[in-house]
C-alpha cells in the first residue's frame, strides 16, 4: 500500500512539474501558451495554413542574433498582431491587424528598423485589448533549446 502511495504522489509531483514548465509567454500580466519557432523552418512555417488561433495561445519566434525583422503573412490565414522585442525582452515595435495573403505580392511587415531577437505573434486585436505600449517586457516560460 505504501508503495502505491507513492507511485501515485510521485505521478502528481511529475505532472505538476510539466505543467509548470509548458511553454508560455506572459505580457502585460497576460499569460499565453506558446509554440517556440526557434530553427529555419519552424520560423519559416509559422502559422501558415491555419485556419484559428485560440486567443490564449502565442507563437514565439526566437533568433540568436539581433537585427531588424520582417515577417509576412503568406499562407497564413488569420490577421495577426506581430511584437517584436529586443535582446532584453522589450516590445521595441508592433505591426497589429497583419491580413492574410492569398497571393503575391504579399506585404511586409517590418520591426520599423529596431532590432529585434524575439517575435511574438498574436490573435489579431489582442495587443489592442491588452493596451500594450511599446517597453513592455516579455517574460518566456519553457526552454526550447535556445531561448537566450
Not at 10 to 38: C, I, M, R
Not at 75 to 102: E, H, W
Not at 112 to 133: D, F, I, P
Request: proline share 5%.
Amino acid at each position: 500500500m505504501l508503495r502505491r502511495a507513492a507511485s501515485i504522489a510521485l505521478l502528481f509531483v511529475t505532472h505538476g512539474a510539466y505543467a509548470v514548465t509548458a511553454p508560455s509567454v506572459t505580457l502585460h500580466g497576460t499569460t499565453f501558451s506558446t509554440e517556440f519557432a526557434t530553427d529555419d523552418a519552424s520560423r519559416e512555417l509559422g502559422l501558415m495554413n491555419r485556419t484559428e488561433l485560440a486567443a490564449d495561445h502565442s507563437m514565439l519566434f526566437v533568433f540568436v542574433d539581433d537585427e531588424p525583422r520582417a515577417f509576412w503573412m503568406k499562407n497564413t490565414l488569420i490577421p495577426l498582431d506581430i511584437l517584436y522585442f529586443n535582446k532584453d525582452r522589450q516590445l521595441v515595435s508592433m505591426q497589429l491587424n497583419a491580413q492574410p495573403c492569398k497571393a503575391d505580392p504579399c506585404a511586409i511587415y517590418p520591426s520599423g528598423g529596431q532590432y529585434a531577437r524575439y517575435v511574438l505573434e498574436l490573435k489579431a486585436g489582442t495587443a489592442g485589448k491588452l493596451g500594450l505600449k511599446l517597453g513592455e517586457t516579455l517574460t518566456i516560460e519553457g526552454d526550447p533549446g535556445t531561448v537566450r
